[in-house]
C-alpha cells in the first residue's frame, strides 16, 4: 500500500520545450546567421557576377540604335548579372516607341554577361490632325513626330488628336479611318491619302492620282470592289480624274 501511494506522489518528468534545447545553441546560431549575411553581401559584390558585357541584338535596318537600347536599359558596369530585375529592364526597353517587344537573356561564362533582343514595329500609316503629323504603326502606336515613311497611306484626321510618341491613338473617328484604309488594302487598293470630305464622306487618292469618292464608307469594302472593274471598262484611253462610288448602282467618272 505504501509503495502506491509513493507512486502517486512522485512528479512526472516533463519534456523539455524546443526553446529550452535550443537555447544552449543560441551563440552558434547568430554566428551563422552573420557569417550568412556577410557572405550574401559579398556574393553581391563579388567580381565574379560583375556583369561584363552587355549585347544587343537588333533587326536588319531598325530604326531603334543598338546605343539606345543599351542606354535606355541602364545596365550599371558594376551590376551583379544575377541580381538585375529583367522584368524593369524590359519595360525601359518596349517604352521605346518603335519597339515592339525586348527579352533579356542572362549568363555567366565565360563572363557576366547581358544580351537584349529587339522587335521594332513598322510604319503602316501617317496621320496628320491639326497642325500635327505622325507615323503610326498597324496597332496605332504612334512611333515619332512627321511622316517618317512617305510610301504609306496619309490619313486625314481632320481636327482630332493624337498623343506623344509611344502613345496609342484612341480617337475613334481616327480609329474608323485607319479601319478604312484596312478595307482598302484588303480591296488591293494602295491610296496615297484618306480623309473625309466636306459633308463628312469618305475620300481617298490612290498611287495613280485618281481621286476616289467612297461617301458613306458603311459599305466600303463593296464600293472598293467596283473600282477596278469601271477602270478596267474605260481603259486607257482618257486620263481619269476621279471615280464616284457613292451610288454605286451608278458608279460616275471625271476625266482630266
Given at each position: ?114 544580351e537584349l533582343t529587339i522587335a521594332v514595329r ?26 517618317a515613311a512617305p510610301a504609306v497611306a496619309r ?10 510618341p509611344g502613345g496609342t491613338i484612341a480617337d ?85
Amino acid at each position: 500500500m505504501k509503495s502506491d501511494a509513493r507512486s502517486r506522489t512522485l512528479p512526472r518528468r516533463r519534456k523539455p520545450s524546443l526553446a529550452a534545447r535550443v537555447k544552449p545553441f543560441w551563440i552558434l546560431m547568430l554566428v551563422l546567421l552573420v557569417l550568412v549575411a556577410v557572405g550574401g553581401a559579398w556574393l553581391a559584390r563579388s567580381p565574379w557576377f560583375r556583369v561584363a558585357r552587355v549585347g544587343v541584338d537588333v533587326p536588319l535596318e531598325s530604326p531603334v540604335s543598338r546605343e539606345r537600347v543599351r542606354a535606355v536599359a541602364a545596365i550599371a558596369p558594376d551590376a551583379n548579372v544575377w541580381l538585375l530585375n529583367g522584368g524593369a529592364i524590359r519595360g525601359r526597353i518596349e517604352a521605346i516607341p518603335y519597339v515592339d517587344r525586348a527579352s533579356v537573356h542572362r549568363g555567366q561564362f565565360p563572363q557576366p554577361f547581358v544580351e537584349l533582343t529587339i522587335a521594332v514595329r513598322r510604319p503602316t500609316a501617317c496621320v496628320r490632325a491639326g497642325l500635327r503629323e505622325v507615323t503610326i504603326d498597324a496597332a496605332s502606336r504612334v512611333l515619332q513626330a512627321g511622316c517618317a515613311a512617305p510610301a504609306v497611306a496619309r490619313i486625314d484626321a481632320g481636327a482630332a488628336t493624337v498623343p506623344l510618341p509611344g502613345g496609342t491613338i484612341a480617337d475613334p473617328d481616327v480609329g474608323r479611318l485607319l479601319g478604312d484604309a484596312r478595307t482598302l488594302a484588303d480591296a488591293n487598293l494602295a491610296v496615297r491619302s484618306l480623309g473625309r470630305d466636306r459633308f463628312g464622306g469618305l475620300e481617298a487618292v490612290d498611287v495613280t492620282g485618281v481621286t476616289l469618292k467612297f461617301g458613306d464608307d458603311a459599305d466600303l469594302a463593296k464600293k472598293a470592289a467596283l473600282v477596278e472593274p469601271v477602270r478596267a471598262g474605260i481603259g486607257t484611253k482618257r486620263p481619269i480624274r476621279a471615280i464616284d462610288l457613292r451610288s454605286p448602282g451608278t458608279p460616275t467618272v471625271e476625266f482630266r
